[in-house]
């Protein structure tokens, strides 16, 4: 081991053996007025309250969910339990979701997909915020909903991302209990 310049028969231990300041005295302590207060404590995480969009409560929901399918198709419509983000991963068959009876005012999902030889349709209600990122390649990526300030917005938002070869993806606002349109068939309930 080495010694400290200066120090004889010690051996330097390192570092944590250095004085705070090396040498040179500490920092006087800060004055404190007398009969003053503390600082309120800043609690981190504690942000302004959102702004309410509906009177229900939003429903408790699985942080995620993966899926997959080769040769089939992944239908979900009416009342099903979606998670906050979900995942769908697709081989020669379609993605089709019905979100118009599970996406509630004030609330964000966000929907993954990665498709090949397949398309991607998702049913919003309308006044949805829809955020498409992603493309296709041999395909289309639309996002059909209403122009702002048509229709009046829920506060509800839906993130797509989307990676698909030789497929299409649309995304549409339908209200419910309206005529579906043609190719969006699959939406009636049988």
């Given at each position: 081991?080495?010694?400290?310049?200066?120090?004889?028969?010690?051996?330097?231990?390192?570092?944590?053996?250095?004085?705070?300041?090396?040498?040179?005295?500490?920092?006087?302590?800060?004055?404190?007025?007398?009969?003053?207060?503390?600082?309120?404590?800043?609690?981190?995480?504690?942000?302004?309250?959102?702004?309410?969009?509906?009177?229900?409560?939003?429903?408790?929901?699985?942080?995620?969910?993966?899926?997959?399918?080769?040769?089939?198709?992944?239908?979900?419509?009416?009342?099903?339990?979606?998670?906050?983000?979900?995942s769908f991963y697709q081989l020669f068959?379609?993605?089709?979701?019905?979100?118009?009876?599970?996406?509630?005012?004030?609330?964000?999902?966000?929907?993954?997909?990665?498709?090949?030889?397949?398309?991607?349709?998702?049913?919003?209600?309308?006044?949805?915020?829809?955020?498409?990122?992603?493309?296709?390649?041999?395909?289309?990526?639309?996002?059909?909903?209403?122009?702002?300030?048509?229709?009046?917005?829920?506060?509800?938002?839906?993130?797509?991302?989307?990676?698909?070869?030789?497929?299409?993806?649309?995304?549409?606002?339908?209200?419910?209990?309206?005529?579906?349109?043609?190719?969006?068939?699959?939406?009636?309930?049988?």
């Open positions: 081991m080495s010694q400290r310049p200066g120090e004889q028969g010690r051996p330097w231990e390192g570092p944590s053996e250095v004085p705070y300041t090396w040498g040179e005295p500490a920092p006087p302590p800060l004055p404190t007025p007398q009969g003053a207060q503390p600082p309120a404590e800043v609690v981190p995480g504690q942000v302004a309250p959102l702004p309410q969009y509906g009177s229900a409560n939003l429903p408790a929901r699985r942080e995620s969910e993966e899926i997959w399918s080769v040769f089939g198709d992944v239908v979900r419509k009416g009342r099903w339990s979606a998670s906050r983000r979900s068959g379609d993605v089709k979701l019905d979100l118009r009876e599970v996406l509630q005012p004030g609330e964000t999902l966000e929907v993954t997909s990665w498709s090949m030889f397949g398309d991607v349709r998702i049913a919003v209600p309308p006044g949805t915020d829809v955020e498409v990122n992603g493309g296709t390649v041999f395909g289309d990526v639309r996002a059909e909903t209403t122009p702002q300030g048509q229709a009046p917005r829920t506060g509800a938002r839906l993130v797509v991302h989307v990676n698909s070869v030789f497929g299409e993806v649309r995304v549409r606002e339908i209200a419910a209990g309206a005529q579906p349109p043609r190719g969006w068939r699959w939406l009636r309930v049988r």
